[in-house]
């Protein structure tokens, strides 16, 4: 059995590390094969930091990364998503183009 978690991230580097060790650490079915998707959004060099020693440290680790004026704008009341980022391209590699 194949375990896909994927997320978009764009977190601050203490919320990161928690959110990290919580997917790490997620109970998973006897003989699970873990992979996990992440889209860079961090304006933080610390938070992209943390992702990337996350792929060093486990197996099956993918990072995107988009360029800026792509990003995931986070404020006082809610998130915005770039249209761009729906439309991206973005998916998992055995999922077949459209």
């Known amino acids: 059995m194949k375990i896909l978690i994927a997320s978009p991230v764009q977190q601050k580097p203490e919320i990161l590390r928690m959110f990290l060790h919580t997917v790490q650490h997620v109970r998973k079915p006897e003989g699970a094969e873990v992979h996990y998707h992440f889209v860079d959004d961090n304006e933080l060099e ?8 996350f792929q060093e440290e486990q197996p099956n680790v993918k990072i995107d990364r988009f360029p800026e ?25 055995s999922t077949p183009p459209a």
């Open 46 to 53: 610390a938070s992209s930091a943390l992702l990337r020693r």
């Open 69 to 93: 004026h792509m990003r995931y704008v986070v404020d006082e009341s809610t998130h915005h998503s770039c249209p761009a980022l729906s439309t991206s391209g973005v998916r998992h590699p």
